[in-house]
């Protein structure tokens, strides 16, 4: 019983884990490849569009784990884009 509830609860924080990877992904893609000024407002809006589509996710499957995979996209995403792109 005890391992079903940890084998659950690690297969649910997978969607955390993907929403990171994308994060990751984004970010380096806009940092590395894209040499444009004002780019920063790209990655706000993709960010913003990922918490957005996270919310709606989060209304009809796995309401927990992608309201916490907004809440983690928004707080990592917006800090590592304004440190990212202020240096």
């Known amino acids: 019983m005890e391992t079903q509830k940890k084998e659950s609860r690690s297969n649910k924080m997978i969607v955390v884990g993907i929403n990171l990877s994308i994060l990751a992904a984004y970010t ?3 940092r590395r490849i894209v040499n444009e000024e004002l780019i920063i407002l790209a990655e706000a809006v993709v960010i913003f569009l990922q918490v957005l589509l ?3 996710v989060a209304i009809f499957a796995l309401r927990k784990e992608f309201l ?3 809440l983690v996209v928004l707080l990592i995403g917006f800090s590592s884009c304004w440190i990212v792109f202020s240096s």
């Open 54 to 56: 996270c919310l709606i």
């Open 28 to 30: 380096i893609y806009f």
């Open 68 to 70: 916490f995979s907004a």
